[in-house]
């Protein structure tokens, strides 16, 4: 079964959260879609600022200025001329517009299952079919980076005042390649494992 934003991270950390204190199927479920929701806006950003970065240095690049000033110094040329060929092929190849805009369609999906949870009455039965939605959303979710999951699973423990040792221990490095990198496979410990080791 396909999970993202929401995914596999939060279902482990609910159940071991659940251990703890019982929460309730809705809360729990609107746990995974605030989770998913903070992760394409997450995703969201990291390609808008890359469209944004390769639309300047094509404009700016290619300016009569630049190529003036660029002149002076052979190596200057051919160094912007060859930057300016791997950002235009990585706009092309990777689509930061079209990848943007599809983090920002699932963003919005997430938002309207949690406003349907919201107006949704407090019996089971509503929470299942908002979950089973939720699970056919997840399915058409690009692949899921799973740093970037994790930083959002912390960030909605935050938001909702949950507990903090549930939160996923990352190191800089993999804050930082959170976008890049998918650490598929990765298991990032909780703040209670590092606890319980001491």
């Not at 009455?121 to 994790?150: C, H, Q, W």
Request: glycine share 6%; net charge positive.
């Amino acid at each position: 079964m396909a999970r993202s934003g929401a995914g596999l991270a939060a279902d482990e950390a609910t159940s071991n959260a659940a251990a703890a204190t019982q929460v309730s199927g809705k809360e729990s479920l609107w746990f995974e879609l605030v989770t998913a929701a903070l992760y394409h806006r997450d995703r969201l950003t990291w390609f808008i600022a890359l469209h944004r970065g390769s639309m300047f240095a094509n404009a700016f690049l290619g300016t009569a200025a630049v190529a003036t000033l660029l002149q002076q110094q052979r190596w200057l040329i051919v160094a912007a001329s060859l930057l300016l060929a791997f950002v235009s092929a990585a706009s092309l190849a990777f689509d930061f517009a079209g990848n943007a805009r599809k983090h920002e369609d699932r963003r919005r999906t997430y938002h309207d299952l949690a406003a349907q949870l919201e107006e949704a009455a407090d019996d089971e039965s509503a929470v299942r079919l908002l979950r089973a939605k939720l699970i056919r959303t997840a399915g058409d979710d690009p692949v899921v980076y799973k740093a970037a999951e994790s930083v959002a699973y912390n960030a909605a423990i935050k938001s909702l005042g949950r507990d903090l040792d549930d939160e996923f221990i990352l190191t800089g490095t993999q804050r930082f390649f959170r976008n890049l990198l998918t650490y598929s496979g990765t298991k990032f410990p909780q703040r209670r494992d590092l606890k319980s080791m001491r």
